[in-house]
């Protein structure tokens, strides 16, 4: 992995810190898709928030192919698949007493959801 040198850090944020890959890797769903987080308790790395697992959320945005961080975390593994914005509406997340207009956006992979049919 090249060294990032100071000469290059405005070009690598512009960039993003993880690049989209090219690798051809079909998604498993679709913007408009119900799906549901998966209630992953794992003792290592997981980039899915605690308070999204076993939610229901609507995807709003496919991001593209990307390293899955999960897996690259624990031992270097790439596995190619796609990032998803996931819309989880409030009342979802916190109940009936949460204001009907907010939700959260989350950022998860093909491997952190499940459809709902």
């Known amino acids: 992995m090249p060294v990032l040198t ?3 850090v405005a070009s690598a944020l512009r960039a993003g810190a993880s690049a989209r890959l090219l690798d051809d890797v079909p998604p498993r769903h ?9 209630n992953i308790n794992t003792a290592g790395h997981t980039r899915v928030p ?3 697992r076993g939610r229901r959320g609507t995807v709003v945005r496919d991001h593209g192919v990307f390293i899955f961080a999960d897996a690259h975390a624990v031992d270097g593994q790439r596995k190619p698949q796609h ?3 996931v819309r989880f509406e409030a009342h979802e997340l916190w109940g009936e007493d949460a204001t009907a207009k907010d939700a959260v956006y989350v950022d998860l992979w093909d491997d952190h ?4 049919r």
């Open 6 to 8: 100071a000469d290059r």
């Open 30 to 38: 679709a913007e408009g898709d119900a799906v549901a987080a998966r």
């Open 50 to 52: 605690r308070y999204v």
């Open 83 to 85: 990032c998803f914005s």
């Open 113 to 116: 959801l499940d459809p709902l």
